[in-house]
């Protein structure tokens, strides 16, 4: 699809949506013009629920009022702090620091024993159109017991928009997201040893950092996690499609995002109207099972959704350009969990089997009935292998290995 065609596609989009959001009362018309949007803003073009299109719109509502006030999830905070990016770019983080071993709770002492921890600090990088709070059963399991730095990535979260992008009109690329964690780790954890982890696009700016800052990795690192994400050929996924389908999107997506992108204001308004319909899309595309919790659904709804449809635009070429295979040699030797839900329909688990074959020594373990965001949507199966990876990084007493947490460890499968 050619420019020009690309924007008369958003043109029409965005028409649509802001005559539909401007209309009282007409659901229908504000539905399916933000359904477009929607939809075409994940990359996807099936998969909503439909049991939305029958159930009260006004109920829906106080649903999500209801779960936003009441939920716990992304309330747990830290020392705040900021880095800065090589262009400027405020990067936003915050630290949980060690926890004295008097004060630690019971439960934690079964988990991890009594002694004090190795001076670690585990940094988590998270992944597109998400921010630090998506690790947060992660980061309440560890909370205490292990330094831990929680940052988010530029124009996501609390972190500023990328100045280069916003001022000079440069494209995001991934190797800009890797110096940007290097900045991040300069502020937050400028001595001492390392364990990385990363999701999704956070695992691949764990992988530019190891391409940019071998030193870094060789000298400091002790230990790594990948979870759901890829090093590469990621213009391949189908999403779940039919091949008509992902080549139509593939053909159409990257310019009617731009042009979507260079009309925010009229785009926010039509994701806003048709909320319930854009909720069905992140709910097929970030769980696999089919009983989630619904204040997890809306959580995970939240933070996709304070995503500005301007970043999403900016960021999405960069994922078909990223290739960091050759990275991979820097964590050999290093203890690695490579994880994966087996129904991850963006970032595939055979993309994480791909790296766990280029590091023999890694632990593969792949999630049944699990989707992209498996951190939360099993997220006692990501403790248990994280508890075990800083166990096997001597971050932890090696006598307090975890097993069994949870009810639903069992199905986390061995590669």
Request: charged share 20%; glycine share 12%; proline share 5%.
């Amino acid at each position: 699809m050619s420019e020009s065609s690309a924007e008369a596609v958003a043109d029409a989009a965005v028409a649509a949506a802001a005559s539909a959001a401007g209309t009282a009362g007409n659901w229908r018309r504000a539905g399916f013009a933000g359904a477009a949007i929607g939809v075409v803003a994940a990359g996807a073009a099936a998969g909503v629920a439909i049991e939305r299109l029958t159930v009260g719109r006004g109920m829906r509502r106080k649903a999500r009022l209801a779960l936003d006030s009441t939920g716990p999830y992304g309330s747990l905070r830290g020392t705040p702090g900021k880095a800065y990016a090589d262009d400027g770019t405020e990067l936003y983080y915050e630290v949980d620091e060690v926890e004295s071993d008097a004060s630690l709770s019971p439960r934690r002492r079964r988990l991890f024993g009594r002694k004090a921890p190795a001076p670690v600090t585990v940094v988590f990088s998270h992944g597109y159109c998400l921010n630090q709070d998506s690790w947060h059963f992660q980061r309440a399991a560890l909370r205490g017991v292990v330094r831990t730095v929680h940052w988010d990535q530029r124009s996501h979260g609390r972190s500023g928009r990328g100045a280069a992008q916003v001022r000079d009109g440069q494209p995001v690329t991934i190797d800009q997201l890797g110096h940007d964690l290097k900045a991040v780790i300069d502020a937050a954890a400028p001595e001492g040893p390392i364990v990385l982890v990363g999701h999704s696009m956070g695992g691949m700016t764990v992988m530019a950092l190891a391409d940019q800052y071998p030193d870094l990795i060789r000298d400091r690192v002790v230990a790594v996690a990948l979870v759901g994400t890829s090093s590469g050929r990621l213009g391949e996924v189908n999403f779940g499609l039919p091949v008509a389908g992902v080549n139509a999107v593939r053909r159409v997506l990257p310019g009617v995002l731009k042009a979507l992108g260079q009309r925010a204001e009229l785009v926010e308004k039509g994701r806003r109207a048709t909320a319930d319909l854009f909720a069905g899309v992140i709910k097929r595309y970030s769980f696999a099972s089919r009983e989630v919790d619904p204040a997890i659904e809306r959580f995970a709804e939240r933070m996709i959704e304070g995503t500005p449809i301007d970043v999403v635009a900016e960021f999405y070429p960069a994922f078909t350009e990223h290739d960091k295979t050759e990275s991979l040699v820097h964590f050999a030797g290093l203890p690695v969990l490579v994880l994966a839900g087996v129904g991850d329909l963006v970032t595939p688990s055979e993309h994480s089997e791909a790296i766990a074959d280029l590091l023999p020594d890694a632990e593969l373990v792949l999630v049944p009935d699990a989707g992209h965001l498996v951190m939360l949507e099993h997220p006692e199966v990501v403790i248990d292998r994280l508890a075990d990876l800083l166990v096997r990084a001597g971050a932890v007493p090696a006598g307090a290995t975890v097993g069994g947490y949870g009810s639903t460890s069992s199905t986390a499968q061995p590669g």
